[in-house]
C-alpha cells in the first residue's frame, strides 16, 4: 500500500521559514517524481513545485522562484519544500504527490498516489 505523508507545517509569523517533508512508503521512490501543489480556503489547487525521479532537475511556480526549494533524498524516501520568507497569502494546505515517471508536469491528473496535506498558516 503506498503511503504519502506530510509533515512540518504549522503557525510562522511572516518572514519565518518551514520545511516540509513527506515520506513515501510502499513504492520504488527513485523511479516517482515528486511535486508540492497547495491550497488555500476557498481556492482551486495550485502548483508549487516538481523535483524528477532522480532528483537533479527542478521547476517551481514562477511566484515563488527564489524563495521556495524542493528537493528529494532516495535513501531516505523523502521530498521535502523548503519555504523561506513566508507570506500571508502562502497559508494553505500542502500535498505532495508521486508520478511513476523521470519528470512531473504541473497538471494535477498526472499523479499516481496524493498525501492528505500539511497545513502552513502565515501570520502577519
Known amino acids: 500500500q503506498v503511503q504519502l505523508v506530510e509533515s512540518g507545517g504549522g503557525l510562522v509569523q511572516a518572514g519565518g521559514s518551514l520545511r516540509l517533508s513527506c515520506a513515501a512508503s510502499g513504492l520504488t521512490f527513485s523511479s516517482y517524481a515528486m511535486s508540492w501543489f497547495r491550497q488555500a480556503p476557498g481556492k482551486d489547487r495550485e502548483f508549487v513545485a516538481s523535483?524528477?525521479?532522480?532528483?537533479?532537475?527542478?521547476d517551481y511556480a514562477d511566484s515563488l522562484k527564489g524563495r521556495f526549494t524542493i528537493s528529494k533524498d532516495n535513501a531516505k524516501n523523502t521530498v521535502y519544500l523548503q519555504m523561506n520568507s513566508l507570506k500571508p497569502e502562502d497559508t494553505a494546505v500542502y500535498s505532495c504527490?508521486?508520478?511513476?515517471?523521470?519528470?512531473?508536469?504541473?497538471?494535477?491528473?498526472?499523479?499516481?498516489?496524493w498525501g492528505q496535506g500539511t497545513q502552513v498558516t502565515v501570520s502577519s
Open positions: 504527490a508521486a508520478k511513476r515517471a523521470f519528470w512531473a508536469v504541473r497538471r494535477t491528473g498526472e499523479y499516481n498516489y
Open positions: 523535483i524528477s525521479s532522480n532528483g537533479l532537475i527542478t
